[in-house]
Nanobody
Framework: QVQLVERGGGLVQAGGSLRLSCTASRNLFSINRMGWYRQAPGKQRELVATITSGGSTNYADSVKGRFTISRDNAKNTVYLEMNSLKPEDTAVYYC?????????WGQGTQVTVSS
């Protein structure tokens, strides 16, 4: 019931910035929570940041102060602004939505940070 389209992955040097976007097929107010997860090779998928329909945000400790999650309700789009990137941020980043107790996922976008 929710389709997610991600954009913005790519290659960046350490210390650089990158902006990811995720556009949903439903109005954001109808989605309980949207967020970003990431998964590096050989590791578990981990939570990066979330934003609720009411605008509350949460961040993983590893990205606090460097990443910012935001939304544009008119565009049904959630963003992840990533600053001061580190090589350990390298992963596939996935957009996630919770709607009527079900989880929906984007296709994932690769972020690679070189040293």
């Amino acid at each position: 019931q929710v389709q997610l389209v991600e954009r913005g992955g790519g290659l960046v040097q350490a210390g650089g910035s990158l902006r990811l976007s995720c556009t949903a097929s439903r109005n954001l107010f109808s989605i309980n929570r949207m967020g970003w997860y990431r998964q590096a090779p050989g590791k578990q998928r981990e939570l990066v940041a979330t934003i609720t329909s009411g605008g509350s945000t949460n961040y993983a400790d590893s990205v606090k102060g460097r990443f910012t999650i935001s939304r544009d309700n008119a565009k049904n789009t959630v963003y992840l602004e990533m600053n001061s990137l580190k090589p350990e941020d390298t992963a596939v980043y996935y957009c996630n939505a919770i709607f009527v107790l079900d989880n929906y996922w984007g296709q994932g976008t690769q972020v690679t940070v070189s040293s």
